[in-house]
């Protein structure tokens, strides 16, 4: 018998080989794709007027796909964002937070920058994810924040810009540059490079902070506009500024003894301004009481030179009558606070009187005229 009669070969009927049945198909087939654009097309014909390709179906096909690409203009911007709306390439405008619109696709879009949203830049230092610690690091990155200065030292500057595109600006922040973080950094750097550059060492490490900051933020904003980046740098922090790392003890030692200076300086100054007016006013008191002394004596001796020659005057007219009134004024002046025992010396008045010298008076009134002496030599 013929092999071809045997349905299927010498091995016999179906798809068999030489050992046996022979692979079966396994899994679900593939789809296949004359059925499927079958159904398709019975599908839409159902679904238009008539159950077939009409003018009015092609019509409700066309505005519907109208309607749904007039809509597809419709964005938000979030509140962080500016939207850019560009019209075939070209920015025609920039729109704020919120539901906005523009012409659809291909003839308008929109890019949607981080306009509104303050950026940080570290220079001379990185952060990173610690792991050990749980939390953010900080690494210094010596390239960057070692900077020479003006009398030829080196100092280590780390520094942060916080900046923002201008509202004004977007167009030239998108379309100007191409590496907006990059450039701001580059400029930020040399920048502080420059102006460190002009300055001394000493007023950096001290008190020069502020204007220093000032200086690199005016710098960086005017080399920034002239690049048009559209670009506003709010503000410069200095983080760290100090000297290299092998020479940070010596100018340790150096501030202590500054600070030591200022202190004794300061300590010095404030005696001298306790002192000085001090002695001042001493100087002055004894100058007026000098003054109230010249003013005493003079007085006086004017006083006793016009009663002098007041007498003297009345004197020249009745030189016997004054010189007796002299006398009298004289003996009173003298006599007059003592006690007095008056004895007649004639024979009858003599007669009688036995001469007694009071010595136990006499001691007992002595300590008393010593201290009234003294009592008004105190008061002088």
């Known amino acids: 018998m013929p092999w071809k009669n045997q349905g299927g070969g010498p091995w016999?009927?179906?798809?068999?080989?030489p050992w046996g049945t022979g692979p079966q198909?396994?899994?679900?087939?593939?789809?296949d794709l004359e059925d499927l654009l079958r159904r398709g097309q019975d599908r839409l014909q159902q679904l238009l007027p008539g159950g077939h390709f009409s003018a009015m179906g092609i019509a409700l096909i066309l505005v519907g796909a109208l309607a749904v690409w007039g809509l597809s203009g419709f964005f938000?911007?979030?509140?962080?964002?500016?939207?850019?709306?560009?019209?075939?390439?070209?920015?025609?405008?920039?729109?704020?937070?919120?539901?906005?619109?523009?012409?659809?696709?291909?003839?308008?879009?929109?890019?949607?920058?981080?306009?509104?949203?303050v950026s940080t830049i570290n220079v001379g230092m990185t952060t990173f994810d610690d792991t050990g610690r749980r939390g953010r690091a900080v690494r210094d990155v010596p390239e960057e924040s070692l900077m020479l200065t003006g009398d030829e030292n080196i100092v280590d500057v780390d520094f942060t810009v916080l900046w923002r595109i201008k509202p004004d600006g977007v167009g030239d922040f998108l379309f100007n540059i191409q590496n907006p973080e990059g450039t701001v950094k580059a400029v930020a750097e040399s920048a502080m490079r420059e102006v460190i550059g002009r300055s001394n060492i000493q007023p950096i490490l001290t008190g020069a902070r502020s204007t220093i900051e000032n200086g690199v933020q005016d710098l960086m904003q005017r080399t920034l506009d002239k690049y048009g980046a559209g670009v506003l740098v709010q503000q410069v922090q200095l983080q760290k500024v100090d000297p290299p790392a092998q020479v940070i003890d010596a100018f340790r030692d150096v501030q202590a003894a500054r600070a030591d200076l200022e202190r004794l300086q300061n300590e010095a100054q404030t005696y001298s301004n306790r002192v000085i007016p001090d002695a001042r006013g001493r100087a002055a008191q004894i100058i007026q009481g000098a003054e109230g002394y010249k003013e005493q004596a003079v007085a006086e001796a004017k006083g006793q030179s016009a009663r002098f020659l007041k007498v003297y005057d009345e004197?020249?007219?009745?030189?016997?009558?004054?010189?007796?009134?002299?006398?009298?004024?004289?003996?009173?002046r003298i006599l007059g606070g003592s006690d007095k025992l008056i004895v007649d010396s004639g024979a009858a008045g003599s007669q009688g009187?036995?001469?007694?010298?009071?010595?136990?008076?006499?001691?007992?009134?002595?300590?008393?005229?010593?201290?009234?002496?003294q009592q008004s030599g105190g008061n002088r």
């Open 353 to 373: 009187v036995v001469p007694y010298l009071p010595l136990n008076e006499l001691t007992a009134r002595r300590p008393a005229a010593n201290a009234g002496q």
């Open 315 to 332: 004197y020249k007219k009745a030189p016997d009558v004054t010189r007796e009134r002299i006398y009298l004024e004289t003996m009173e």
């Open 76 to 117: 938000r911007v979030q509140s962080e964002e500016l939207g850019v709306v560009l019209r075939f390439g070209k920015h025609v405008r920039t729109v704020q937070p919120g539901l906005n619109y523009h012409l659809p696709y291909p003839i308008e879009t929109v890019l949607l920058p981080k306009a509104l949203r």
């Open 25 to 31: 198909p396994t899994g679900p087939r593939p789809p």
């Open 12 to 17: 016999g009927p179906g798809p068999k080989g």
